[in-house]
């Protein structure tokens, strides 16, 4: 592989690590945790404003239910961006490929079934693994379990980090 498609590769690589820092994004603080007084709607439920929204109004006072919001939304954006970056990616990738003329002689790159199979596994992967452990009706379970108990499970505890709380 020539050095200016390595270049390339490279560079396409960390851009598309520099869009993870769009998914980070914060919330606004409150002050201390009340009771919702009303039933929690599912993300089918709420149609008259997003379901995000809906949830960082029903908990605006409680801090950790909030962090759990921000969790999920920011896990479900890297999901996004997994499978935009892989788009990407592979369409680059794909435009390289087929015999290339120059003066300094024929150029041929193939990309077998195997590699695009491991490039398609690894973006596809990721991105629709965490589209599917932080969707809106896991994240609806997960508020509905913590409305009865005022306790998260241990997996989204361990997820949680110091950004998701502000």
Do not use: C
Not at 12 to 30: D, E, H, I, K
Not at 56 to 64: G, L, Q, S, T
Not at 125 to 150: C, M, P, W
């Amino acid at each position: 592989m020539s050095f200016l498609r390595r270049s390339a590769l490279t560079a396409a690589l960390v851009g598309s690590l520099a869009l993870g820092s769009f998914a980070q994004t914060t919330t606004p603080t409150a002050s201390a945790p009340a009771p919702p007084t009303t039933p929690l709607l599912g993300p089918g439920q709420v149609t008259t404003e997003k379901y995000k929204d809906y949830l960082n109004k029903r908990y605006a006072d409680d801090k950790e239910a909030r962090a759990v919001i921000h969790l999920f939304n920011r896990k479900k954006t890297g999901g996004i961006i997994w499978l935009a970056t892989g788009v990407g990616v592979i369409g680059f990738v794909a435009s390289q490929t087929g015999t290339k003329t120059t003066n300094s002689g024929t150029t041929t790159v193939t990309v077998t079934p195997l590699g695009y199979g491991l490039m398609l596994g690894l973006f596809g992967g990721v991105g629709i693994g965490k589209l599917a452990r932080f969707n809106s009706e896991k994240l609806y379970q997960t508020l509905a379990e913590y409305d009865k108990s005022h306790s998260f499970p241990g997996f989204v505890m361990e997820k949680l980090d110091d950004k998701d709380y502000r």
